[in-house]
């Protein structure tokens, strides 16, 4: 023990880290992991413990979401072990998730972390949100994309289709964006002018599912008013029912724990709206599912329930959560950001409407966007279980990892790792730019993969990686073409000045 001690205080821990340095030297150029560690580096035993069967899990269980929260629990320990792997519990956990095991190794340095992305040694068999996976009821009774591994013929096959669904929709994505940001940002004026401040979160998901909807399925949820009212809802509760288990919600302890925390909730509370959102892609979206069985060699309802969950769970779910901490990094304005974006994007775009070329011409828009989403994850954790047993290396040791052991990676810790990114904690609107900037796009990690990678049937980085980022450039340059100034938090504007 006190060797493994004197080892670890000659490590360096994230929060009090060596100065940091400019240029990411101690990772390989691509971000890719390799399982062959740098001999100069030590093997250790992976330091934390998962303590009494029960006991430990539980008090876990009771930190990650009551005493301490996920970035504290991780922060924690990270410092108590001064190694960046260790062995934690995460939850859901006891009583009622039996066959669930709560042991992992969690990974919270880039060099770590990227192991995760090599296929070789990472099975993502079920783990999408770790050991626990919420009832195929939920989907169809399919497993759909996000939960095959690379190694199952299916994986292949839906994720070409997803591939193909986004290069083909390319002009529908953009123009329905900005149709839909019409709409959204028409209401958001009113009730500024009606109420003096306005929550946008609702006006902001009927804009994602309706222009997700279009260019996704090509169906147009004008054609059922039910869907069109109440679309975005049906998700929401779908997506929060899957994921209540896994989730820090914010409601008074130790109610939260008690209520939805402990067990899994039954698919049939929300069946009502998954089979209308179903029927609504099976109908409207005929030509895509169509596709779905001819040029890829899925069966309808494979196509339908896989459909589904990209529109509602990857894309809906995903810039749910991402399009708000845009906004709420840009109503934390310090630095005249605005002011510069507002100057870049008029002079880019001269009032023509905008593009993805017009966009990919903004520097620091497009900066803004890396940079939130390297502070703010929107997807925080990823998992992967070791293939078979191989050496995994943080920057300064090596340690063992024996097949079956399942791989925690904490984001929110990995993207400020003081080896990678000088002045970690603080948000740099323009740390992306310039040739410097460009070179740390390779350890940018929201897609499961490096921001210079390529999402492919062979991995399981995120079909939508380009995607996602150009369309939030959409968002933030379509919002300088029609205001001069945003005052906004992560759930409401509370000013807005049009362009003069
Ligand atoms: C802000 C929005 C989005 C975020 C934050 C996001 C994030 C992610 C992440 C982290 C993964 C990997 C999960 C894992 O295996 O651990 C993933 C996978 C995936 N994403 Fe996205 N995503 C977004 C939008 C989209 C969109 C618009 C699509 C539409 C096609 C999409 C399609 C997919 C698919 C199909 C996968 C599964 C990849 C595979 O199984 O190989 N995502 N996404």
Redesign the pocket.
């Known amino acids: 023990m006190s060797k493994l001690m004197t080892q670890a205080r000659m490590m360096t821990p994230m929060s009090t880290g060596s100065a940091p340095s400019s240029k990411p030297a101690a990772l390989n150029p691509s971000g890719a992991a390799t399982t062959a560690p740098p001999s100069s580096l030590r093997v250790r035993p992976i330091p934390g413990a998962y303590g009494w069967p029960i006991l430990g899990p539980i008090s876990d269980r009771l930190d990650y979401f009551w005493f301490q929260g996920p970035e504290t629990f991780f922060r924690k320990r990270f410092e108590k072990y001064m190694s960046s792997v260790f062995r934690t519990n995460v939850p859901p956990c006891f009583p009622f998730f039996a066959g669930v095991s709560p042991n992992v190794i969690a990974v919270v340095d880039c060099k770590s972390f990227a192991h995760?992305f090599d296929m070789d040694i990472i099975e993502?068999r079920n783990?999408?949100v770790g050991d626990f996976m919420p009832s195929t009821s939920f989907t169809g009774d399919f497993r759909v994309?996000?939960?095959?591994d690379?190694e199952e013929q299916d994986?292949a096959k839906?994720?070409s289709f997803?591939?193909d669904?986004?290069r083909r929709s390319s002009e529908v994505w953009v123009s329905s964006l900005l149709s839909s940001m019409d709409v959204m940002w028409t209401t958001i004026d009113q009730s500024l002018s009606d109420h003096g401040k306005a929550s946008y979160l609702v006006p902001l998901q009927k804009c994602l599912f309706n222009f997700?909807c279009k260019s996704?399925v090509g169906a147009d949820p004008a054609s059922s008013p039910h869907i069109a009212e109440s679309g975005y809802a049906m998700l929401d509760k779908w997506l929060a029912l899957q994921l209540l288990p896994t989730l820090k919600i914010g409601v008074l302890q130790p109610l939260e724990e008690i209520f939805l925390h402990s067990f899994a909730y039954p698919f049939f509370l929300v069946k009502g709206g998954y089979d209308k959102l179903a029927e609504f892609i099976a109908k409207e979206g005929g030509e895509v599912v169509e596709r779905g069985q001819v040029e890829f060699g899925l069966s309808s309802e494979q196509t339908i329930h896989n459909l589904l969950f990209?529109?509602g769970f990857?894309?809906f779910?995903?810039?749910a959560?991402?399009?708000p901490s845009l906004l709420s990094a840009l109503g934390k304005d310090t630095a005249e950001v605005q002011k510069k974006l507002r100057q870049e994007v008029r002079q880019k775009s001269n009032g023509s409407t905008l593009s993805f070329n017009s966009v990919k011409e903004m520097p620091l828009v497009q900066s803004f966007v890396y940079e939130t989403?390297r502070m703010n994850?929107?997807?925080p954790i990823?998992?992967?279980r070791a293939r078979k047993d191989f050496l995994l290396s943080s920057h300064d040791s090596v340690y063992e990892v024996k097949k079956g052991e399942l791989l925690c990676g904490y984001q929110k810790l990995v993207m400020r790792d003081p080896k990678v990114f000088a002045d970690p904690e603080t948000f740099v609107p323009d740390r992306f730019t310039g040739e410097k900037g460009r070179e740390l796009l390779s350890y940018l990690y929201?897609?499961?993969g490096p921001q210079t990678g390529t999402?492919g049937?062979s991995?399981?980085?995120?079909?939508?990686?380009d995607?996602?980022t150009l369309?939030?450039s959409l968002f933030l340059a379509y919002l300088f073409q029609r205001y001069d100034s945003i005052t906004c938090t992560s759930s409401a504007v509370t000013a807005a000045e049009k362009a003069k």
């Open positions: 995760l993502k783990v999408l994309c996000a939960y095959l690379t994986h839906v994720k997803a591939i669904i986004l997700l996704i990209i529109l990857n894309a779910g995903g810039f959560v991402f399009l989403l994850p929107p997807v990823q998992y992967g929201w897609s499961n999402p049937p991995n399981k980085q995120c079909a939508a990686k995607y996602v369309t939030a």
